[in-house]
């Protein structure tokens, strides 16, 4: 366990919370954030049909991107930010991908993506070859006097 996550133990976190919840609080925190890019995609609405009788819908629209906010950022935020970082059986096992295809295509790695990590790799290795190591004499401060 990291030393940081032992911390937040310690402090009494995390406490359990319901998921309905904890998705109020992610807006919460990307309202503050200020995280307003408009974007348009869909969100659920209740609306109150009759007496009693509540209704839920999926209503396309343009909304702020802070009010799309929910627990499955967090999957994702995971899976992409530790690619290449992780082993990737690793994340797919925590995250419950079945495969490395359906991984890459849900945090958006494409072919060209994959070039570009090539082209980085053998960089790197050329960098690494020719590096010279660095020194410098330096004279010893009690034979200076």
Known sequence: MLEKTKEIIKDGLPYKISIQKFNKHIKEICRIAEINEMINDSKITVTEIGKGNKEKRKVSGTYPKWELMASHVCRRSFCTNLYGALPTPLIMSISAHSSEKMLLNYIGKDS???????????????????KEPQLKVIKNASSQD
Do not use: S
Not at 115 to 126: C, E, K, N, P, V
């Open 112 to 130: 060209l993506d994959f070039a570009q990590q090539i082209a980085d790799f053998y960089t790197l290795q050329a960098l690494r070859e020719k």
